[in-house]
Every structure is written in structure tokens, then in C-alpha cells.
């Protein structure tokens, strides 16, 4: 099969590589779009190996078809059985060939074929395109499971959100918007500023122009309950200032630098709660749990159409580099996707 893999020079080139073989529980997707993600940029610098027994071609998202399952499967059977009951609100899928799917990979959706546990596929929302559908998963599983499962956060809460024009940011904002948060994010510049707003944040400050600490300061009353970070370094002093008490931070990337001081007194004084995560080295029981727990609450809504990802820009797999390095300079607004022809 053909699958993206460095060649010479570094540059990513189609070459022709071993097709995956579905094991008990897979199910083989004929790929149709790949998602773009930081952490393909990461793992392609050499900064961020892909967990043990994985592909180590890209790629964490695809949207496709099924095309083969693994041994002990049958056709006409649902692809998540112990899930099976929430059917439909539940994302569930029923494996047929050709049904059209979408999920979240450890690895290896830069490749024609891609293997995926069965239970972490999804159904392509009605109305929704293969580009939207690979758009989605990385995003909202990321900015689900850190809102709702690790920082717990509630209706008329506040949310800040670093990186809010992020494919993860503009995923979170929508989804802590639909679930009665206000939120405050930040963005590198006007249109992703406004982009911001136009998702349901209240305030977006612009982080080449404003600190984000003196808005959230001078707002009242004044403070956040929960900070999504993608920052580290740069950031992780002014968000422990900002945070309420009872706060919770969530760390999900280090864009700025990896280590801090923390004199601890600040934790105890405010009862703050400082949570790292992430998401791709976690057992796929664990995913499978994030994709129910997604699904029940957001099944509805999207049915309905809503809580599509914000794209960015789509290019032909064959411009891989274009995309990368778009992501790699900071200029896409949401997400960039890959079409394989
Ligand atoms: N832990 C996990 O499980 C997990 C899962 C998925 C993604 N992530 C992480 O979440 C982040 C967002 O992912 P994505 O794929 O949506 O990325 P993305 O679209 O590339 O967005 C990252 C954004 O961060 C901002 N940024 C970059 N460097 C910065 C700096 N030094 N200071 C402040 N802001 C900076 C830039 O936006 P502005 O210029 O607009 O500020 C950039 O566009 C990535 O860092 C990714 O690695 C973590």
C-alpha cells in the first residue's frame, strides 16, 4: 500500500510499504483523509516516538471505510459490543464493508490502510464530509476528556483556553460554549482572536498584544475556574494566578517549555489542582471509555450538525510539507487535513 514516510532530504513522500493486517479486534479503514496534529510534527522531529508496538508512519486520524475486520468478527455485528446498547446516541458503528467511519489512532493514518481497534470507531455524522469527519477526532476526544473527565468542568463555570484558534482550542471552546461555560481564550492575532468569538468565547485576548493575566485580572468578578494549557513554561505562572480557588490546570503540551518553579504554598493556599494528560499512550479501554463518555453527551448535537471542526486548509497527502510547516509557523485557524487520491 502506499503510506507517507520521510524520505530524502526529510521531505514526506509516497512510498510503497507493507499493508497492516487487522489482528482480533481491529478492523483494516481504507483511508480516505488524514488529520493533521502537532504531534505529527513532534514525531517527526524525533521529539515524540510513537507508543511501544506501534506504526511509526504518522498520523492519528482518519476518516474512510471499512474495508477488512480481524479475526473473530463477523460482518452485521456492532463494532463496540459491550457499547451496542447506546447505539446511535453512543457513536457506535456496525461493521459493514464500506461503512463510512472516522477515528482516533495511535499511529499510521498517513498510509493507505490503517488499523483501528474496533471499538474506538465512530459513525461519520450525518451531512458531515470525510474531510470534516478526519478533522475531528484528535480535537474532540482531546478537549473532552481534559474539560470534562480531568478538569471537571461545570455549567457557568469559567474556562480559559490557551491556543484557542488550536484544532484542539476551537473544539474546546465549542464544546465548554454547549455546555453553559463562559470562556476566555487566547489566540496569536486578530483573525484567530476573532475566530475565538465568533465560537462563543467571551473575551480572546491577543497574546502578541495583551497578557492574558491583567484581561482575566480586571474582569469581575475576576478569575477563571479552569485553564486548558498547551503553553508550559511561559504561561504556568500567570495561570496559578488567575485561577480561583478550587481551580484545576490542565497541561496537555509544553509549546513554550517544559519546566517551572512552583513554590507549592500557592497550590495549598488556593486548593489548586495542577493535572498533566494526555491522550495517545493511554489504553484503548480508556479511549474506548472517552468515546462513550463523548457520545453520550454530545450524540444529539452531533446528529444535528453541530460541534463540526473548524478547518483550516485541506491539501493533497502529496503536500504533506505545505501543511506542516503551516502548523510548524503557527498560521492555521483550526485544522489542516490531508486527502489522499
Ligand atoms: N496531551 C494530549 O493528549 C494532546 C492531544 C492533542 C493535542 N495536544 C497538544 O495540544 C496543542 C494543540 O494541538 P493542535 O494539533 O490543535 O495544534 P495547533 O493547531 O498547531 O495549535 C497550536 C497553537 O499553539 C499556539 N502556540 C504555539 N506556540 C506557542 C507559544 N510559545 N506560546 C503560546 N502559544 C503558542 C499557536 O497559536 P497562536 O499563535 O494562535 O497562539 C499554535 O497555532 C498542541 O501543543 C498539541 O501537541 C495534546
Redesign the pocket.
Known sequence: MAALVPGAGGVLAIADVARPVPGPGEVLVRVRCAG????D??QRAGMYPPPPGVTDILG?EVSGEIAEIGPGMSWGEPADVEGATGAGVAGAVVLRPGERVCALLPGGGYAEYAVVPAALLMPVPAGWSLVEAAAWP??A??AF??LFMEARLRPGERLLV?????????MAIAMAVATGASVFA????PE?TGLCLRLGAEVAVD?HKEAFAAVVDACVPPGVDVVLD??GR??FADNLKVLRPGGRLVV?????GAEVELDLRRLMAKRLHVIG????GRPVAEKVAVRRALWNRFGRQLAAGGLKPVL?QVHPWRDADVAHER?RA???????VLELD
Open positions: 493533521v496534529n502537532r504531534a510534527l513532534a492519528l484528535e480535537a476526544f482531546t476528556l481534559n490557551h491556543g484557542g484558534a488550536s484544532g484542539v482550542g476551537t487566547t489566540a496569536g492575532g484567530k497574546r498547551m503553553v511561559g504561561y496537555i503540551s509544553t509549546l513554550s494528560s494526555t491522550l495517545r483550516d502548523m503557527n498560521r492555521n485557524a483550526g485544522k489542516l
